[in-house]
């Protein structure tokens, strides 16, 4: 067990740390998804989650970045449209791209509490979304900030971020989720902070999640405890106002009972089918024994801008509307055809209502099941296209 600060020895100070709680059970005559299930039940017992089935718009996937005030109030108005008549209301997440001192394709990071000059005025963003009925949702990545001051100590020495384990950078973090919020967004997907902390991302962390040479500000606790009171203090802030958490790239075990949604793999792609099947396909199946028991599981987007034939997309929007799962649409209007908008319109329906997790019957043969049992019945999926042949167990 890595109980390290950072790349450095933990310094106890005389204190006992608990590392692990070990559990164990055995299973027999059910399926090996439902024993999972059973399994992450067993080890968690105070998760979040909201009080509805959470779906709608985020930008990502069709606009990368490159987007405005204007551009966030037409996805707005698109998908009011697709909404009408629902009455648990969609969220509208602005993702990366409205703070200050965005570049495109260049720096993401913060400060956070002014939009730049194609945003300007966040706060009136957000109320213009909620005249639409719609629930105003935000991004942010609060470990990259360039703001002057914050310095020295307060950053990581290996990578210049902010140091979490700070009193003063998690007093300014706080004051960040408290302005989103005043703002007016009831939801907040903060991203990075894996990445942020630790300079590696998940496949790179063989065999340890960070190199050896660094420590934290506070060097006398682990990095895990460190990362989750980062966690509790966004969580915290956050409730007061009744605002939703997302994670993303965020530790899922250690973010139980501290984000209410959770996503649970990489990205998908509004630019190339084979990242969504890659990536979304599989991580709704093999994270989805934690969904609706450590947090809501989201497996991404649909990334829908005139580059990925709807054929693809239609089963990946299907399989997420009965999953149970979050499913947010990156859809850039005027994409979709009249026929595939009314197709858009049936599915939004389905995930705006309450659903059990969607099982994957062949999760044990494949990295992307074909082969799903959802509250629909049993559904198969042409992921791969016709020429590839597969048979579903029992």
């Given at each position: ?122 706060k009136r963003l ?18 990259l900030n360039e ?12 990578n210049g971020c ?233």
């Amino acid at each position: 067990m890595d109980v390290r600060c950072g790349g450095s020895g933990v310094s106890l100070g005389g204190r006992v740390l608990g590392a692990a709680v070990i559990v164990w059970d055995t299973y027999e005559g059910i399926h090996s998804f439902d024993a999972a299930r059973l399994f992450c039940r067993k080890m968690c017992q105070d998760g979040i989650f909201p009080e509805a089935p959470v779906y709608g718009s985020n930008n990502w996937y069709y606009a990368y970045g490159d987007i405005s005030y204007g551009t966030v109030l037409e996805d707005a108005d698109y998908l009011k449209k697709l909404t009408e008549g629902i009455l648990n209301r969609p969220y509208m997440v602005v993702d990366d791209g409205w703070q200050k001192e965005h570049i495109l394709e260049q720096y993401n990071g913060g400060p956070w509490r002014q939009g730049n000059d194609r945003f300007q005025d966040m706060k009136r963003l957000a109320e213009e979304i909620r005249q639409r009925n719609i629930i105003p949702g935000i991004w942010i990545r609060l470990l990259l900030n360039e703001t002057p001051e914050i310095f020295g100590e307060q950053r990581l020495s290996h990578n210049g971020c902010l140091d979490p384990s700070h009193p003063k950078v998690l007093d300014y973090i706080e004051e960040d989720v408290r302005t989103l919020c005043e703002w007016g967004y009831r939801l907040i997907k903060h991203d990075f902070s894996t990445y942020d902390i630790l300079g590696k991302w998940g496949f790179e962390m063989q065999p340890f999640a960070a190199d050896a040479g660094w420590e934290f500000y506070d060097k006398g606790k682990t990095t895990a405890e460190i990362i989750m009171g980062f966690y509790e203090r966004i969580y915290r802030t956050a409730e007061k106002y009744n605002c939703l958490i997302l994670g993303c790239n965020t530790i899922g075990h250690l973010g139980a009972g501290m984000m209410h949604l959770n996503r649970t793999g990489d990205d998908t792609s509004g630019l190339y089918w084979d990242m969504t099947r890659r990536n979304g396909i599989n991580a709704l199946a093999f994270r989805m024994p934690q969904h609706g028991i450590f947090f809501d599981a989201d497996a991404d987007c649909v990334g829908m801008m005139g580059r990925i034939e709807w054929k693809w997309n239609r089963q990946w929007t299907k399989l997420l509307a009965y999953s149970g799962t979050s499913l947010f649409l990156s859809v850039k209007p005027g994409i979709p055809t009249e026929a595939e908008e009314e197709e858009l319109k049936a599915y939004i329906k389905i995930a705006a209502e309450l659903h059990k997790p969607a099982r994957p019957l062949d999760w044990e043969d494949t990295a992307c099941p074909v082969c799903w049992d959802t509250d629909a019945g049993s559904q198969r999926f042409e992921w791969f296209g016709s020429e590839v042949m597969h048979i579903c167990g029992a």
